[in-house]
C-alpha cells in the first residue's frame, strides 16, 4: 500500500526558501505519477508540480516558474519541491499526491487533483513577514 509523508513546511518571510520532501512507501518513484499541490482555505487543491519517470516529463504552475524546483532521490524513495523567492501566495497547505494509474502527461496530472486518491498529511507553508 502506498504511503506519502510530507515534511519540511513552516514560516517563511517572502523572498525566502523552503524544502519540503514527501517520502513514499509502499511504492517505488519509479511507477508512480507524482506531484505538489497547494490548498488554501475555500479553495480546491491546485497543482504546482507534476512528474513522471515513466515519461520523463516535468510540469510547473505558471505561478511557480523560476522560483521552484521538483527533483528526487531514489535511494531515498523521496520527492522535494524546492521553493525560492517565496511570497504571500505561495502559502497553503501542499500535499504530496501520486497515482499508480498510468497517466499521459503530467499537465493533465496536475490539473486533476481531485482524480488522485493518495495523499500524504499535508505540510502548512506560511509566508509572511
Known amino acids: 500500500q502506498l504511503q506519502l509523508v510530507e515534511s519540511g513546511g513552516g514560516l517563511v518571510q517572502p523572498g525566502g526558501s523552503l524544502r519540503l520532501s514527501c517520502e513514499a512507501s509502499?511504492?517505488?518513484?519509479?511507477?508512480?505519477?507524482i506531484g505538489w499541490f497547494r490548498q488554501v482555505p475555500g479553495k480546491e487543491r491546485e497543482g504546482v508540480s507534476c512528474f513522471s519517470s515513466a515519461l520523463d516529463s516535468t510540469y510547473y504552475a505558471d505561478s511557480v516558474k523560476g522560483r521552484f524546483t521538483i527533483s528526487r532521490d531514489n535511494a531515498k524513495n523521496t520527492v522535494y519541491l524546492q521553493m525560492n523567492n517565496l511570497t504571500p501566495e505561495d502559502a497553503g497547505v501542499y500535499y504530496c499526491?501520486?497515482?499508480?494509474?498510468?497517466?499521459?502527461?503530467?499537465?493533465?496530472?496536475?490539473?486533476?487533483?481531485?482524480?488522485?486518491?493518495?495523499w500524504g498529511q499535508g505540510t502548512q507553508v506560511t509566508v509572511s513577514s
Open positions: 509502499g511504492l517505488t518513484l519509479d511507477v508512480l505519477g
Open positions: 499526491g501520486a497515482t499508480v494509474l498510468r497517466i499521459t502527461s503530467v499537465q493533465a496530472m496536475c490539473a486533476r487533483a481531485s482524480a488522485l486518491v493518495n
